[in-house]
C-alpha cells in the first residue's frame, strides 16, 4: 500500500508520524512543494493548482491514498479535488472541535496561516461548533513556517523572539488550549507552550487524520490507543526545490523521532518542479 502525504514543506513531516503510528507498514510518498512555499501567503486559485499538480504526480506514482497535511491546502483544494479522485484524499483541519471538547471552559487559541484564518473552511467550521465563535481567537501567523522550515542553528531564538515579538501582544486572554493549525507549528510546540504558560494544553490534529486515513481504507476496527512508532519507514521524498538538502533534514527530524527512513522509489521519474 502506498500513501501520499502532500505539504508545503517539512511540516507535513509531523502529520507522516501520526500516520506511521496506525500504518506503520505502508509504503510512503512525502512531496513538499518547497519552491512555491509558502501556501498561507498564496491566493487560494494557486494553492489548489500546485495542489492537483501534487495530486496528479501521487496518482502517476501509484498512491493508494493521499493525504494534504497542510491546512492551507485542505482548505484551498480538497473540497475540488475530491470531485475528480481516483483514490480517497484526507485532508486536515484545526482540531478545534478535539480542543473545545478537551477544555469547556475557558479561551480557544488557534494559531495557523493568514490563507487558513481568513478561509470559508475555517468560517463554517467555527460557525457549526457551539460556542466556537466566541470561545476561539484566530491568530495569523505569517513568517513562523518560513523560521521552522530553516531549521537553522539560530531556530530556538528566532521562534522564542517572534512569539514575543508578534504573537503575545495580540491575545485578548491568557488561553486554556492551543490548537495549531499549521503542521510547521508542531515542530516547535515547546516554545508556544513555554511562551503561553506551562500549562496551556497543545491540540494539533495529526491523529485524526491517520485515523480517517484508517477509516477510509477500510482497514478494520480502528484500535483506540496509537501504538507506539515504528524503527524504521519506507519513505520517498520529493521537494520541489533543494530536493537533496531538504531530504536530509526531512531523514534527520525523522531519526530525532528514532525512525531510521528505508527507501522507496516512486514508479515514475520525478515530473519536475511545478510553477506558480
Same mark, same amino acid.
Given at each position: ?31 513538499? !512543494?518547497?519552491?512555491?512555499?509558502? &501556501? ?7 494553492? /489548489? %493548482?500546485? *495542489?492537483?499538480? @501534487? ?21 484551498a483544494?480538497?473540497?475540488p ?13 484545526p ?17 495557523a ?25 484566530a ?8 523560521i521552522?522550515?530553516?531549521?537553522g542553528?539560530?531556530? !530556538?531564538?528566532?521562534?522564542?523572539? &517572534? ?6 501582544p495580540? /491575545? %485578548?486572554e *491568557?488561553?486554556? @488550549?492551543v ?54 519507514a ?30 522507496v ?12
Amino acid at each position: 500500500m502506498r500513501i501520499g502525504i502532500f505539504d508545503s514543506g517539512i511540516g507535513g513531516l509531523s502529520t507522516l508520524l501520526a500516520c506511521l503510528r496506525r500504518l506503520p507498514d505502508a509504503e510512503y510518498l512525502f512531496y513538499g !512543494d518547497t519552491a512555491n512555499a509558502p &501556501y498561507g501567503d498564496q491566493d487560494p486559485d494557486t494553492v /489548489l %493548482r500546485l *495542489t492537483r499538480y @501534487a495530486y496528479d504526480w501521487f496518482i502517476a506514482a501509484g498512491a493508494d491514498a493521499v493525504v494534504l497535511a497542510c491546512n492551507s491546502a485542505t482548505s484551498a483544494a480538497v473540497a475540488p479535488l475530491r470531485e475528480r479522485a481516483r483514490v480517497p484524499i484526507i485532508g486536515i483541519e484545526p482540531a478545534v472541535k478535539k480542543a473545545l471538547d478537551a477544555h469547556p471552559e475557558g479561551g480557544i487559541l488557534l494559531l495557523a496561516t493568514q490563507l487558513t484564518v481568513s478561509g470559508e473552511k475555517l468560517r463554517a467550521l467555527l460557525a457549526r461548533l457551539p460556542g466556537a465563535s466566541e470561545r476561539v481567537q484566530a491568530v495569523a501567523c505569517p513568517g513562523l513556517m518560513e523560521i521552522v522550515e530553516s531549521q537553522g542553528s539560530s531556530l !530556538d531564538g528566532s521562534v522564542r523572539a &517572534y512569539l514575543e515579538r508578534y504573537l503575545l501582544p495580540q /491575545l %485578548r486572554e *491568557t488561553p486554556r @488550549a492551543v490548537v495549531l493549525g499549521c503542521t510547521h507549528y508542531c515542530w516547535v510546540d515547546a516554545h508556544i507552550q513555554a511562551a503561553l504558560g506551562g500549562d496551556v494544553a497543545i491540540v494539533d490534529g495529526n491523529d485524526g487524520v491517520a485515523r480517517q486515513l484508517w477509516r477510509r481504507l477500510q482497514l478494520g476496527p480502528l484500535p483506540a490507543q496509537a501504538p507506539p512508532l515504528p524503527r524504521s519507514a519506507r519513505v520517498h521524498f520529493h521537494f520541489t526545490s533543494d530536493n537533496a538538502d531538504k531530504t536530509r533534514l526531512a531523514t534527520d527530524l525523522l531519526a530525532r523521532s528514532e525512525v531510521a527512513i528505508l527507501p522507496v522509489h516512486p514508479s515514475r521519474q520525478d515530473p519536475g518542479q511545478p510553477t506558480p
